[in-house]
């Protein structure tokens, strides 16, 4: 076995330590943008009011309900 001193032990645990949390805090800062990108894409039908989701598009989208085409802001 190899013998390492207690000191460089402790440095090395905690730089892994530091390590997976900055790993953590980057993948919650994706997260939170793709919520914020998701809410981007809320659509609500002017035909039917149907609420839904959707990604594909930022200007255009297609009713899931009605099937109509709307763009993004018309009443
Ligand atoms: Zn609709």
Do not use: N, Q
């Not at 730089?15 to 949390?21: E, N, R, T, Y």
């Not at 990108?37 to 659509?43: A, G, L, N, R």
Request: aromatic letters at 14%.
């Amino acid at each position: 076995m190899i013998k390492i001193p207690i000191d460089l032990a402790a440095t090395i645990y905690l730089i892994i330590s530091v390590c997976i949390l900055f790993m953590w805090f980057i993948l919650e800062k994706k997260t939170k943008y793709i919520r914020i990108k998701k809410e981007d894409t809320f659509w609500i039908c002017p035909l039917c009011f149907y609420e839904y989701v959707d990604s594909r598009s930022k200007d255009i989208s297609r009713c899931p309900r009605c099937k109509t085409l709307h763009k993004k802001g018309e009443k």
